[in-house]
């Protein structure tokens, strides 16, 4: 199981790689197994400044749907547009060409409540 040190992690398996005031979005290595193949991913709320824990999207696997919780309270300035010809990078690579979104954070603070990579292994009994 692949739990990159340096990212921060949420109860819902997304990751957050923090740069500045920028946060990139995309769910974990733990998550897409769970999922199986994914085969969609949408996100309708680009340009648009949602709080922590708000649906931003939902991706879609040959079995399941499951909402996108978002980590951090924010405006969502980018999608990862790949993922409307290549949803697969999810799976393949969750943590690289599989992100979703990029927040322009609203509130720093939240990040402090986001878990280190000790605690999602924690969580998830890695």
Do not use: C, R
Not at 73 to 86: H, Q
């Amino acid at each position: 199981m692949n739990i990159p040190s340096e990212l921060k992690y949420t109860k819902d398996h997304e990751w957050v790689k923090i740069e500045g005031d920028i946060a990139t979005v995309g769910i974990t290595d733990f998550a897409q197994s769970e999922l199986g193949d994914i085969v969609y991913v949408e996100v309708e709320t680009l340009d648009e400044t949602l709080d922590q824990e708000e649906v931003f999207g939902t991706v879609e696997a040959v079995k399941t749907v499951s909402d996108l919780f978002l980590p951090l309270s924010g405006e969502i300035i980018e999608f990862n547009e790949g993922l409307e010809d290549a949803p697969e990078s999810v799976n393949s690579d969750p943590y690289g060409d599989g992100w979703m979104i990029k927040i322009k954070m609203s509130d720093s603070t939240e990040v402090e409540g986001l878990m280190s990579a000790d605690d999602y292994k924690e969580l998830i009994g890695a």
